[in-house]
């Protein structure tokens, strides 16, 4: 005699749906203090995390039954500071009609420029010509 069991295929919302989300650690001083961040968090039931220390974030995948505020309370409790990054900004779109100022990056930049050549100008000039060269030629040049 065989028995047949049906078995029922796990559709995709049916499985336990994971989160994941990236924390801000703060208080880190060395690769330790991340690993033991890491394996605090990795301890909680549902939880699967990895911690950088260079750049102060933890990615963290956690289960349904798991708040984001468990998460951040864990790592308080280890004796860190952790926090949601802030969203992103979005920013506005420039529009056709607006036109670079000299408040802008290539504006600035170039005022930049002619304002350090003309004043470089008469140093290289006072340097390299003997003839120009008056008592006390360095503090001008050393004023410009």
Sequence with gaps: MTSTTA????APGD???????????????CASC????????????GVSATVNFATEKAKVSYGAGV??????????????????PAPPRAEPEATA?????????????R?????SALLAAPVVLLSMIPALQFDNWQWLSLTL
């Design 7 to 10: 078995q029922t295929p796990i």
């Design 34 to 45: 991340a690993a033991r961040v890491e394996k605090k968090l990795n301890r909680m039931e």
């Design 15 to 29: 499985a336990p749906s994971a989160s994941e989300v990236e924390l801000l650690i703060g208080g880190m001083t």
């Design 67 to 84: 708040e984001v505020a468990d998460l951040i309370a864990t790592v308080v409790k280890t004796g860190y500071t952790a926090e949601e």
């Design 111 to 115: 005022q930049r420029l002619l304002v």
């Design 97 to 109: 009609e607006e036109t670079p100022g000299p408040d802008s990056e290539p504006g600035a930049l």
